[in-house]
C-alpha cells in the first residue's frame, strides 16, 4: 500500500513539474520571441479593425533590456533582428505614459514629415494616393470598451452605415497600404514640416482623422517622436478577430480575418 502511495506521489508531482516548467517555457517565449496584442481602437482602420488579436514579432528589430524569469536566459542589450522599415505596422511604448500603442511607421531618423491637404509629404516629395473605393461598418458599439465609429458620411443613427472614403497610399520604398479619410479639413491634415530627430521614429494611424499619432505633440495627449528603444515589435498577420464585446461571442467572430496577413 506504502508502494503504491509514493508512486500516486510521484506521478503527481512529475504532473506539477511538467505545468511549472511548460508556463516557464511560455513565458520566456512570450518575454523574448512574441507579445499578444488586442487591438481596442479604430486608429488603424481598415488595416485593423477593433476586437482583431495579433502577435507582435519582438525578433524583428531584435531585443532590449530583455530579462528572462529565473535566470533562464540571461540576454541583455539589443540583438539580432533588423532595423525598422517605413511602411512597418508597430507596437511601441508611448514616450510618456508607457502604454502600448499600434501605428505605421512613417518616418524614419533625418526625414521630414508634412501633412498637406490631407496628403502626406516625405523629405518634400508628395506620396502618391489613389482612390480605393470606400469602407462601410455599421454605426454601433464596439470591442469591449463600446467605442462608436466616427464616419465621414455622419451623423449616423445607430444600426446605419457608417462610411469613409478609402485609398491606396504607396510608401517611397514601395510599400502601399490603405488610409482612410473622415474630414476634409481635420486638424492634423495640414500640419508643419516635422524633422525626425537621431534615435527616433515618426508614426501615423491609417484612419488619418482618428489617430492620436506622431502629429500630435506629447504634452496634448500625443505621441510625438518615438525613441528607438521604446519599438516593442512589429505587428505581422492577424490571428483572430472578434468584433463583439467579448472574444467569447462566437457569433461575433470575422472569419475572413483568421490569420489574415498585415500589410
Request: net charge negative.
Amino acid at each position: 500500500m506504502a508502494k503504491s502511495t509514493a508512486k500516486h506521489d510521484g506521478g503527481l508531482m512529475e504532473t506539477i513539474k511538467t505545468v511549472v516548467y511548460a508556463l516557464l517555457i511560455a513565458g520566456v517565449f512570450r518575454t523574448l520571441f512574441f507579445q499578444p496584442f488586442w487591438i481596442p481602437s479604430g486608429s488603424m482602420k481598415d488595416t485593423l479593425l477593433i476586437g482583431d488579436f495579433l502577435f507582435v514579432n519582438k525578433m524583428a528589430y531584435g531585443y532590449s533590456n530583455v530579462s528572462c524569469p529565473f535566470s533562464l536566459c540571461p540576454i541583455s542589450g539589443r540583438i539580432l533582428g533588423g532595423e525598422p522599415q517605413r511602411g512597418d505596422v508597430v507596437v511601441f511604448r508611448h514616450p510618456v505614459n508607457g502604454t502600448d500603442f499600434i501605428k505605421r511607421l512613417i518616418g524614419l531618423p533625418g526625414d521630414t514629415v508634412q501633412m498637406k491637404d490631407g496628403v502626406l509629404f516625405l523629405n518634400g516629395a508628395e506620396v502618391p494616393q489613389e482612390p480605393a473605393g470606400t469602407f462601410e461598418e455599421v454605426y454601433e458599439k464596439q470591442g469591449p470598451m463600446g467605442n462608436l465609429p466616427r464616419c465621414e458620411n455622419g451623423p449616423v443613427g445607430e444600426g446605419g452605415i457608417c462610411t469613409s472614403s478609402r485609398y491606396r497610399e504607396t510608401l517611397p520604398d514601395g510599400v502601399a497600404h490603405d488610409i482612410l479619410n473622415i474630414d476634409d479639413a481635420g486638424f492634423a491634415d495640414n500640419t508643419d514640416v516635422f524633422t525626425v530627430p537621431p534615435g527616433h521614429y515618426f508614426f501615423m494611424g491609417d484612419n488619418r482623422d482618428n489617430s492620436q499619432d506622431s502629429r500630435f505633440g506629447q504634452a496634448v495627449g500625443g505621441v510625438g517622436f518615438v525613441p528607438a528603444e521604446n519599438l516593442i515589435g512589429r505587428a505581422d498577420r492577424v490571428i483572430f478577430s472578434s468584433a463583439g464585446r467579448s472574444m467569447l461571442y462566437f457569433w461575433t467572430w470575422r472569419a475572413d480575418r483568421f490569420f489574415k496577413a498585415i500589410e
